[in-house]
């Protein structure tokens, strides 16, 4: 069994399978020895096939279980980023490429309270997804998978261990409640003001990647023929912006908090559309706005030391 995180499609081979007797077998080799012991003691012919049918039943039961296991091929998928005590989902991609179907697969992994139980049809693919906790920001190395089967009798357990070379990006968790985002500054220098950016409607301009959902104007939309998305250019207000500075906050908060309440403002930031700069030490993400923006500050600020 590989220890080491492997990337790409792995090939389970039939080295890579270990095989044990389940609870049930443990049970089921007792009563076997019971009935080796009785047919020895009255020598009984009939107790000696019985016991030696039996066995060889077990005996093939043993090869089918590891055949169910064995020539699989398994990868992990992509997983998308989350916040620090959220559950990350990841990814492992199940290929059957032979013709027998692979019944009553189990994937567990540390932190899951329970396997995931599947079927994988012969020549298809078969998604599993695997949720596990998240503790701390950062990047979050998948854990080593269990894939695991007892078909078709239950008294045998094959079990093969697996890492993908995978990782997902776990960031800050947002500060709750929420702290007033800070006041904005005038884009040119010419004073400062505080607001949400949502000042007056002067015109309006065809929609652009990275608008907020909340300035598209829905009634002109409507009333178009064409029903290309526009989007209201407004006034003052958008020519603010605000800078998130790791500097501003109070001097009583310790790294961690300081994460915390500048990911919670990240997110309101870009919920109100606004333009915004991020500034940690060492760190400067420059006025911008849209969700490549919002992900780019997320991303500093989960990977963000000293």
């Known amino acids: 069994m590989s220890r080491a995180p ?23 080799g007792a009563a076997l020895a019971a009935m080796l012991l009785a047919a020895l003691n009255y020598q009984l012919t009939l107790g000696y096939a019985l016991t030696f049918l039996v066995l060889g039943v077990a005996i093939v039961s043993l090869l089918h279980t590891v055949r169910n296991l064995s020539v699989l091929t398994v990868r992990g998928a992509r997983a998308e980023p989350v916040f620090a005590g959220q559950h990350a989902e990841f990814t492992m991609i199940a290929r059957n490429a032979t013709r027998n179907e692979r019944y009553a697969l189990a994937l567990h992994a540390p932190g899951m309270a329970q396997p995931e139980h599947f079927d994988v049809p ?61 006041v904005r500054n005038a884009a040119h220098g010419e004073g400062t003001r505080s607001g949400s950016g949502n000042g ?63 990911t919670r403002w990240t997110i309101d930031a870009d919920a109100t559309g606004a333009r915004f700069a991020l500034r940690l030490p060492g760190v400067f993400v420059e006025a911008d706005s849209g969700p490549a923006h919002r992900r780019r500050c997320l991303e500093a600020l989960a990977t963000w030391s000293r």
């Open 6 to 28: 492997q990337p790409g499609e792995h090939r389970i081979g039939r080295r890579d399978v270990a095989v044990v007797p389940s609870a049930a077998g443990m049970l089921f």
């Open 122 to 182: 012969a020549g298809a693919e078969q998604f599993v997804s695997v949720a596990l906790p998240t503790a701390r920001r950062g990047w979050m190395t998948v854990p080593r998978f269990t894939l695991a089967t007892t078909f078709p009798v239950g008294i045998w357990r094959a079990r093969t261990r697996w890492q993908p070379a995978q990782r997902v990006l776990v960031f800050p968790a947002p500060e709750t409640p929420a702290a007033p985002l800070p």
């Open 200 to 262: 007056d409607p002067i015109a309006l301009r065809p929609y652009a990647q990275g608008d907020s959902p909340q300035r598209i104007a829905w009634k002109a939309v409507a009333r178009s023929a064409s029903g290309e998305l526009v989007t209201l250019q407004r006034g003052e207000a958008d020519l603010c912006e605000t800078t998130l500075d790791w500097d501003a906050l109070p001097s009583s908060m310790d790294d961690e908090a300081r994460l915390s309440r500048l």
